[in-house]
């Protein structure tokens, strides 16, 4: 099956990354063997369980790839790669990205908001909107023109704030 995941990626106030996996397995996508529970054999673990000894889904190339991305950005450069990754450089985007305008779009009844987002030296991966600043909710691209967001008129709250995510 597949499943949405979200994890995070942000330079805090103090300069350091700040890097959340949302889970304690990404590991188990760098490699695809893993302990055994016992220590012993894996004949005596139970058959039915695939994260014991050897995975066979095997190792994900795209957790490999954005483990690289992520120790670059970090500074930390891998001295042997794996077959089929790509050495890769620090980013220079040091700028995040910036809401630029929100406007009101009325089709007929249909009353939507638009951000338009800019990141010079990048791209803007998401943006988001927030009623009190606490909770943030993702708005859509608008695939027309890439650099507009769009989310449905939300309910009369008062102010509303927004934000660019970078990538």
Same mark, same amino acid.
């Given at each position: 099956g597949s499943a949405t %995941? %979200? *994890? +995070?990626?942000?330079?805090? #106030?103090?300069?350091?990354?700040?890097?959340? &996996?949302? +889970? @304690?397995? =990404?590991? =188990?996508g760098l490699d695809n063997f893993h302990d055994a529970v016992t220590g012993m054999n894996n004949m005596w673990?139970?058959?039915?369980? +695939? $994260?014991?000894g050897v995975d066979p889904s095997g190792p994900d190339p795209v957790v490999q790839q954005a483990t690289l991305n992520l120790f670059a950005d970090m500074g930390i450069k891998a001295h042997i790669l794996g077959a089929g990754m @790509? $050495?890769?450089? $620090? #980013? +220079?985007?040091?700028?995040?990205?910036? @809401?630029? #305008?929100? #406007?009101?779009?009325?089709?007929?009844?249909?009353?939507?908001l638009? &951000?338009?987002?800019?990141?010079?030296?990048?791209?803007v991966a998401a943006v988001e909107w927030s009623a009190d600043g606490r909770s =943030? %909710?993702?708005?859509k691209r608008d695939l027309s023109?890439?650099?507009?967001?769009?989310?449905?008129?939300p309910q009369p709250r008062g102010e *509303? =704030?927004? $934000?660019?995510?970078d990538d």
């Open positions: %995941h %979200h *994890l +995070t990626l942000y330079k805090a #106030s103090s300069g350091a990354l700040v890097f959340g &996996a949302g +889970t @304690v397995q =990404w590991a =188990w673990e139970s058959e039915y369980n +695939t $994260r014991i @790509v $050495r890769p450089t $620090r #980013s +220079t985007d040091k700028d995040a990205p910036v @809401v630029t #305008s929100v #406007s009101t779009n009325m089709k007929g009844t249909h009353k939507s638009v &951000a338009q987002a800019i990141d010079v030296a990048g791209e =943030w %909710h993702p708005m023109k890439t650099d507009h967001w769009i989310m449905e008129m *509303l =704030w927004f $934000r660019a995510i």
